[in-house]
């Protein structure tokens, strides 16, 4: 494999986060399970082609620039990766971006066995499931999405346990591709932005699952609920009940696992939450 060598370029990498670029971009972090937020190119020219990892990658205009929002997967290994843009000119350029590392917990958890070591029945189940997700994850339609900062689909408390290598029943499984929200069976979840419903099933390990398109590969995932409130071609706007939490499929309890997708890759949805307003100052 060819290596390649990141290039000072991406000054405006490093630094260029909401804050940076306007309240519709995610936080920056190319790291495994982050997210690279990049210029490439003047918003007054037609908008370029971007490709990470041979996906077409989500851009969008912001504040007179056209910004390149990438997923990087949690499995991507620590090398610079490239980024290929094709301007409507013909134009072509390859761009590398350094991956920096990002240490994720372990966590041990005991489950039944029958959702461990599958049944030969089970496993059909699961690997057609796992490809029916995969495909609504790797939606790309043509609406731009109003903004990559969301609300938090639900109230309660909401874990750092995105990235987390997890052993079930002292067996390895995939790192955890979302964040865990505690709330009681019932409590009522919200679409985070606008978007439209493009999946809906009750899996093996994810339960009721609902799975939205926001536009140009942002797609969000809302996993063990107890009910869903929505059909699958709806369109659904910000705050909109859409389903209810519960502890369907593979849980040891109610709570709402929340995925985040960029270009078919899960990344950390605490990224593009809003930032928190600080509380007011006590009167003197």
């Known amino acids: 494999m060819t290596r390649l060598r990141a290039s000072p370029w991406l000054v405006a990498l490093a630094g260029l986060s909401s804050a940076a670029a306007g309240p519709t971009l995610p936080d920056s972090r190319a790291a495994p399970g982050g997210v690279i937020v990049v210029e490439v190119g003047d918003a007054s020219a037609p908008e ?4 990470f990892d041979d996906r077409r990658a989500l851009v969008i205009a912001n504040e007179g620039r056209w910004i390149s929002v990438i997923g990087v997967p949690l499995a991507q290994p620590l090398e610079p990766v490239a980024i290929d843009v094709v301007h409507a000119s ?4 390859r761009r590398t971006v350094a991956i920096s590392e990002m240490k994720y917990a372990t966590q041990k ?9 599958l049944s ?5 189940r699961t690997t057609k499931e796992r490809e029916r997700i995969l495909a609504a994850l790797a939606t790309f339609s043509d609406t731009a999405p109003a903004t990559l900062r969301l609300a938090a689909p639900v109230g309660g408390r909401q874990s750092s346990s995105f990235g987390l290598r997890r052993i079930f029943n002292d067996q390895p499984r995939q790192p955890h591709s979302g964040m865990d929200i505690a709330a009681p069976t019932g409590t009522p979840v919200l679409a985070p932005a606008d978007g439209r419903v493009i999946d809906t099933g009750d899996y093996f390990f994810n339960g009721r699952t609902i799975i939205l398109d926001h536009g140009r590969g942002f797609v969000t995932m809302y996993c063990h609920l107890s009910a869903i409130d929505v059909e699958q071609g709806a369109v659904v706007l910000a705050g909109e009940r859409i389903g209810q939490v519960g502890a369907t499929g593979r849980v040891t309890g109610p709570h709402l696992h929340w995925g985040v997708a960029l270009n078919g890759a899960f990344v950390d949805p605490a990224l593009f939450l809003a930032p928190a307003t600080p509380a007011p100052a006590a009167a003197r």
């Open 90 to 93: 013909g134009a072509s350029s």
């Open 120 to 124: 030969a029945a089970d496993l059909e």
């Open 48 to 51: 370029p082609l971007v490709r």
């Open 109 to 117: 958890l005991k489950v039944a066995p029958s959702q461990v070591d």
